[in-house]
């Protein structure tokens, strides 16, 4: 989310004795599929086998490599009041996916997870908005709200600490997403993503930019969800559906399901 | 979709924020009870729209903050100490005992598990015959059902390794602790209405008459909230004291008789430590003492250096 574009990858492995050759082809295959839609070579790699009870089944590691898109310039720098915060499509998706499946949580409808390759979509929007794309994010372990917050929070050298303001009513969710969220107590706004990510961008290529992504591969869903502002730095302040006004925090560790 | 956003209607919202407005003449101060309600105004910025006359008392404490100190050091002893597979609701495991929390326990390799029901926990002793499985059934009235429900089907099924480290609180005498504490402002309550939900009305009648205090027993959902906060304000004006239900569409007067039994064959009324406001008579549930086989604290008989409950105000863990 640098504004490079990805060429070639490597591939390491920790198996697990045990591990059946099935399951291992199953993951190659899928790995293949993958690598081929995003158009990146697996150019190099390693694979180790250890003892049974050594491993949890299989470890894969990897790293990429590419180039920087000439016209981008993508940096917390770049980010100033007045930018429009868009994401790129209905968020929480993944993270309610894996909750699902694990132990004990079964739903009557089927959430798959949004896992995506998004270089295509973003090497679209860098060829046409380049500079006046300031920032790229991908919301996934602790979700829109924990990247939303470190961008507000940023301190570093050169940086000008800004506020976010977001618009519930604007951000896309689905509504089994939502639904599950709900009967779980959980906020979407945490909950991890994987085939999203969030731009901010320069407000007066806001508009082109949304409607460019949302003809581009999954970014039908996108939306303007809020604003860089100058007031409140350091902090990000949601309006919620009933126009009530409430501090996003920071989350801090995992987020637990409350029973109070 | 039905129930996530009929009682989320802005235009309904704007309506009572503005009811409330012009009903609020002079400044009054609410208390609502439930955890569950402080986190709807909170999370849907309601705080912020209610009249500057009306003020919200966030308390008395929800279940996970007020379990004392020397429970949550007894779940971590029998997770580090014993073996035993520790399962808990997500929100209790961040609280910290006298030297650390579940989750530090859990980090430190003990086998501490996030469950969203205790019926899960009995599954879970079914499959791991070997190992002892504790549920630490903190709460409410409200997770008291399916705690008590957890004690049962395990004596239903015959297991020898399940067992419940109970610290379930009440809500009546809790409130009756505020209204006579010496420093209290609070002049009308919202009652928590999945409590209301499990265990009737009738036990807030008394108090009402007894403290001439408006209670609405009141729902979680933006409308809900601001209803039973207008129909507390209303009572305040005209100088009434009643009892009232904005949360009817859930709760019946007579509570849910059956998960009322559950509740009652497995637990008793004993006096409870809050921690942060100390100990409240006949304010908790133990485990009956016919059921001692499943209730963790007997069966394990854990002793933990009692350390003083130290007040938490400073800071809300759940």
Known sequence: ?260 | MKHLTEYRDPELVEQYIQELHKTATRPWTIMEVCGGQTHGLVKNGILNLLPDLVTMVHGPGCPVCVTPVNLIDKAVYLAEEKGVILCSFGDMIRVPGSTKSLLDAKAGGADVRILYSPLEAVRLARENPDREVVFFAVGFETTAPANALSVVQAQKLGLKNYSILASHVLVPPAMEAVIQDDDTHIQGFLAAGHVCAIMGIAEYGPLVERYKMPMVVTGFEPVDLLQGILMVVRQLERGEYKLENQYARVVRPEGNPEARRIIEQVFEVVDREWRGIGNIPGSGWAVRSELANFDADRKFSVSVTKVPNAPIASRVWC
């Not at chain 1, 924990?146 to 506020?163: S, Y």
């Open chain 1, 1 to 260: 989310m640098c504004g490079a574009i990805p060429k070639y990858l490597s591939l390491g492995f920790i198996l697990e004795e045990g591990l059946t050759m099935a399951e291992f082809w199953d993951i190659l295959v899928s790995i293949k599929g993958a690598s081929e839609r995003a158009g990146i070579h697996i150019v190099t790699g390693d694979t180790k086998v250890v003892e049974r009870g050594k491993g949890d089944k299989i470890f894969i590691n990897t790293s990429g490599i590419g180039e920087l898109h000439p016209q981008a310039d993508i940096s917390i720098k770049n980010v100033k009041a007045g930018d429009k915060v868009i994401v790129s499509g209905h968020i929480a998706t993944h993270g309610m996916a894996i909750m699902s499946v694990r132990e004990g949580l079964e739903f009557e409808t089927t959430l798959e997870s949004d896992t995506a390759p998004l270089n295509h979509t973003i090497l679209a929007l860098l060829d046409e908005f380049g500079h006046d794309i300031h920032l790229l994010r991908d919301p996934t372990r602790g979700g829109v709200a924990t990247v939303l917050n470190e961008i507000a929070r940023d301190r570093n050298v050169g940086v000008t600490r800004v506020g976010i303001d977001l618009k519930q009513a604007a951000i896309p969710v689905l509504d089994e997403v939502a639904g599950a969220c709900e009967l779980l107590g959980l906020d979407p706004l945490y909950v991890a993503n994987e085939g999203v990510f969030l731009a901010i961008v320069a407000t007066e290529v806001a508009d082109a930019f949304l409607e460019k992504l949302r003809t581009l591969d999954y970014g039908h869903s996108a939306a303007i969800i809020g604003e860089v502002v100058a007031e409140h730095p350091g902090q990000v302040v949601l309006t919620s559906r009933i126009g009530g006004r409430r501090v996003v925090n920071m989350l801090v560790g995992e987020q637990l399901p409350r029973i109070c």
